[in-house]
């Protein structure tokens, strides 16, 4: 496999579930970043890992909660999440946070919340 | 912060017209203005990027121009075919990759 893959492409959880979204990336880069993606609004950025540390948490809400084992894998973990977290969940990596370049998305984990 | 505004929303053309999307952005510190295009149930993929060195950039039928004073920034798409429609995003950044991303305009191509 190349690029940015994502997992699972669909979930639907309740209000009170505890879910995984998991991203592995085949390209040799150094930064990871999970990004939210909702309707008419811009991309938000919520973590970014460089070298499997966790370098930016943009004020996001303990219910999620990331993890970055290595420089290949990234998870995002999910527990008693509320409806308007449901949005597309989109996973990146780019060779190293300091070098502005590009970013290669995965093709988002569809997040539905009961 | 940085802050990016992306218009129109919205662009219907037909086949073989050109296609214009603006971007603005706030922090004269910006210095790397990308463009993602992101088709139904894909994640965004890079076009084209532009550093404020440059002032115009092109890739065969896609083009972006930078006005640092102004701080705005355009796309511009050339004989415009039925598969360029998507969504494109412009994003701005002063670097460590922090992107901040436009709102997004959905183009349609008719044929």
């Known amino acids: 496999e190349t690029g940015v893959t994502q997992t699972p492409r669909h979930l639907v959880m309740g209000m009170t579930n505890k879910k995984s979204l998991k991203c592995e990336q085949h390209?040799?880069?150094?930064?990871m970043y999970w990004y939210k993606q909702s309707a008419k609004k811009p991309l938000e950025l919520m973590f970014v890992y460089n070298f499997k540390e966790q370098t930016e948490n943009n004020s996001v809400p303990s219910r999620f909660s990331p993890e970055c084992p290595n420089s290949s894998h990234l998870f995002l973990h999910l527990h008693t999440l509320q409806p308007e977290d449901s949005a597309l969940y989109l996973c990146?990596?780019?060779?190293?946070?300091?070098?502005?370049?590009?970013?290669?998305f995965g093709e988002g984990s569809r997040l539905t919340v009961l | 912060g940085e802050n990016v505004e992306q218009h129109p929303s919205t662009l219907s053309v037909q086949e073989g017209d050109s296609a214009v999307i603006k971007c603005t952005y706030s922090d004269s510190a910006s210095n790397y203005f990308p463009w993602y295009k992101q088709e139904l149930g894909k994640g965004p993929q890079l076009i084209i990027d532009i550093r404020s060195n440059v002032g115009e950039k092109k890739d065969q039928r896609i083009a972006v121009t930078l006005n640092k004073t102004a701080k705005h920034f355009s796309l511009h798409i050339t004989e415009t075919q039925p598969e360029d429609s998507a969504v494109y995003f412009c994003?701005?950044?002063?670097?460590?990759?922090?992107?901040?991303f436009g709102t997004g305009t959905r183009l349609l191509v008719s044929p």
């Open positions: 390209l040799g880069h150094n930064a």
């Open positions: 990146a990596s780019s060779q190293d946070v300091t070098v502005t370049g590009e970013l290669f």
């Open positions: 994003a701005a950044s002063n670097g460590f990759q922090k992107l901040v």
